[in-house]
């Protein structure tokens, strides 16, 4: 028997002594984040090798595992497959009523998500649900007119009930690995965004921004975070006079805290909103939080004869802000380690697809060789008699 760590980067199942995965991932890290899920494995008294998802504490893990080796001592050791009896929308509603996922900030997106899939599935049992099923849907929905991204991302919603379930024991592994066998549409990184702002689009777009927008376009483009991060952003977590954002870690994407440094720019512009004594969020429009800011953007888009929309071809949205960061930031020759650090990238290849190379890169890469070139004759010129 032994306790296994699955890395949340490369799904790897190693052992949970393990502090670095091969993909890079730090594992101690993602521990501490309750990133990690945590497997036993052990064999069947037929001699099959049989792993069981015990959760994201070691705790529970090592407890498991006991459990296990007191059963096999006594020769109790069976695999137990619940039946599954219930319908995927019974499930669906038991996940959705949890107060953990509640608490997730995708949650509205989740029960779309949810809400399209149990169109088709919601009055089939979930041990009826077949891998050729999933398959199907996803031809389906592509014909619809539905991009790749979408419809995994459907799939992606009902297969964190059937892993929730199965860390709950309602039911099996053999009903996880229907949803765990189904592969992605999108391949890898195919939908990579690389559209960057150059500084004159930049100062462009800014002047024709209403006045709430433009704050938030220039927190983003200044700091790389993500528009949840900055549209819930409240004033006790900007500390003007030191010039920090301190985000906790109840407020970021990967849960773990970040400090993000407040530019020149930026605080001129922080320093000039009032702040309302009724609300504390920073980004307020007829005092309310500001939710959706993309009329405004499309409009001033428009207005200076930028591209916008993620069909449109070289098309703007809010989030190419963060390739905007992260481009400039390496361009400026900061560390990699420093911009991840800044920007909460937890991997360098998520790092890398926010990293966006152009000609004017390449052309630079270029120009270095030569003048390395020229130094080399150079120094040859001078050796030779």
Known sequence: ???????????????????LCTCGENLVKAKRSNRVRFWISYRLPGGKQKRESVGFSITEAQDAEGKRRVQKRENRIFDVKPEANMTF???????LNLESVKAK??????????????????????????????????????????????????IGAARSIIYKAFDDDLI????????????????????????????DEFTKLMGALPLHTK?????????????GEIVNLTWDRVKLKK?????????????EARDIPICDALYEILKAIPVNIRDNHVFLFKGKPV???????????????????????????????????????????????????????????????YDTVDAE????????MEEFLKSVDQNVDQVLP
Not at 89 to 95: C, F, I, N, T
Not at 144 to 149: I, N, T
Not at 172 to 199: I, M, P, Y
Not at 361 to 368: E, F, L, P, R, S
């Open 243 to 255: 010039r920090i954002i301190k985000l906790t870690a109840q407020d970021t994407k990967t849960r």
């Open 105 to 154: 900030a995708y949650y509205k997106t989740l029960e779309i998500n949810l809400a399209s899939f149990n169109k088709v599935f919601g009055d089939t049992k979930v041990k009826d649900i077949k891998k050729s099923d999933l398959e199907n849907y996803q031809t389906i929905r592509k014909k619809q007119g539905l991009s790749d991204s979408y419809v995994d991302q459907e």
């Open 215 to 227: 704050a938030i376009i220039a927190m983003g483009y200044y700091t790389g975070m993500r528009k």
């Open 1 to 19: 028997m032994s306790i296994l760590a699955e890395c949340p980067v490369c799904h790897l199942k190693q052992n949970a002594s393990n502090r």
């Open 361 to 368: 890169d390449t052309h630079k890469a270029v120009g270095q």
């Open 172 to 199: 099996g592994f053999d009903h996880v690995k229907v949803f765990k066998k189904v592969k992605k549409l999108l391949k890898k990184n195919s939908n990579a965004r690389k559209r960057v702002l150059s500084s």
């Open 291 to 353: 939710r959706d800011i993309r009329s405004g953007i499309e409009n001033a888009c428009k207005e200076v004869g930028i591209p916008y929309g993620r069909k449109e071809k070289d098309g703007f949205v809010f989030h190419d802000t963060r390739h905007c960061f992260n481009t400039n930031m390496r361009k400026s020759g900061i560390a990699e380690s420093v911009i991840m650090k800044i920007t909460g990238h937890s991997t360098r290849e998520m790092f890398l697809r």
């Open 89 to 95: 929308s019974e499930l669906a509603k038991w996940y």
